[in-house]
């Protein structure tokens, strides 16, 4: 099916050769059936391309290709529930078919952990030599799009971008609620940034920032394992 040109069947080839699950580990095979997929604009086939731009394994280490891939694949849906379209539709063996769903799950679960971390790292790239207002402005997308996904070290990055003015207007409440929500996400060193503010805002303020993070976490759930 990968050699037809099946997208989910060539997703799917690449992220075996990603894992080493069943045939032997080879990042370059990874990369070319992630790529051919990715052409055919699979969203979780462009997501983990850019993470073998982000990491450099199999490809290039290239940050600004995988920003690109990054910003397509949410463009193609992927920071919306998957869709197992290539699961089989005959469940007649119904213990054999939720096996195979829960696999699925588990598979694409890892998949959008690993996401989450390049988005982050890509953004600090930027971050880190955010001397002009665009850079910040990628770093920031990246960070609130691996938030998304429940990276917490992006969560208490984009707490401090509040927090300090840089690329966003200074705002307590807002820094308040990143750093809630990295804490919740099991990013511990937002804690101590969190104390830091809670000792001078308000009580009100305070008490806003919190509804601000709930309501965050019934858009965004922490999927399992997202803890840092």
């Not at 996904?149 to 992006?154: C, F, H, P, Q, V």
Request: net charge neutral; aromatic share 10%.
């Amino acid at each position: 099916m990968a050699e037809a040109g099946d997208a989910s069947a060539q997703f799917n080839l690449g992220m075996l050769y990603y894992e080493g699950n069943g045939v032997a580990q080879d990042f370059g095979k990874a990369a070319q059936w992630l790529g051919r997929a990715a052409k055919a604009e699979h969203h979780e086939a462009l997501n983990f391309y850019g993470v073998l731009h982000a990491t450099g394994k199999g490809v290039a280490q290239d940050f600004g290709k995988a920003l690109e891939l990054f910003r397509k694949a949410d463009k193609c849906g992927y920071n919306c529930e998957p869709v197992y379209d290539d699961l089989p539709t005959d469940f007649r063996d119904k213990q054999f078919g939720m096996e195979l769903v829960a696999a699925k799950r588990d598979f694409v679960r890892k998949a959008r952990l690993l996401a989450a971390e390049a988005r982050c790292n890509v953004g600090l790239a930027y971050h880190g030599e955010a001397t002009d207002a665009t850079s910040r402005k990628v770093a920031r997308e990246l960070f609130l799009s691996a938030a998304t996904l429940g990276n917490g070290k992006a969560m208490h990055l984009l707490g401090t971008m509040c927090r300090d003015g840089a690329g966003v207007p200074a705002s307590e409440v807002r820094a308040y609620m990143w750093f809630d929500l990295a804490v919740t996400a099991g990013f511990a060193k937002a804690g101590d940034a969190r104390r830091e503010l809670i000792d001078r805002m308000k009580d009100k303020d305070v008490a806003r920032a919190e509804k601000l993070a709930a309501r965050w976490l019934r858009c965004f759930p922490l999927p399992e394992g997202a803890a840092q």
